[in-house]
């Protein structure tokens, strides 16, 4: 069965660094691209960044830009979201997707508060 599990997580002051992880199983993972979403209260779901099946193009939405990083280790089965800077408005609980994905999963709570 497809499963993901997103971990790295955590309460982190303004300008703190978080790298999340999302560990994947049950399908062919180098063969989606992947993305990270996140939904912050009282907002809707968004796409944060996104990674091609080849790890060659990226994209991030614009309040990530020059902030995070999206990355993957196919041998690993994992898809990676390093986040620099952080601002309070970065606080959501964080989902890795892929197109096969028929759920979300439990995502990751990170909180930037001081």
């Known amino acids: 069965q497809v499963q993901f599990v997103e971990s790295g997580g955590g309460l982190v002051q303004p300008g703190g660094s978080l790298r999340l992880s999302c560990a994947a199983s049950g399908f062919a993972f180098s063969r989606f691209s992947m993305s990270w979403y996140r939904r912050a209260p009282g907002k809707e779901r968004e796409l944060v960044a996104g990674?091609?099946?080849?790890?060659?193009?990226?994209n991030y939405a614009d309040s990530a830009k020059g902030r995070f990083t999206i990355s993957r280790d196919d041998s690993k089965n994992t898809v990676y979201l390093q986040m620099n800077s952080l601002k309070p408005e970065d606080t959501a609980v964080y989902y890795c997707?892929?197109?096969?994905?028929?759920?979300w999963g439990q995502g990751t709570q990170v909180t930037v508060s001081s």
């Open positions: 997707y892929a197109a096969i994905m028929t759920k």
């Open positions: 990674i091609s099946s080849a790890g060659t193009n990226t």
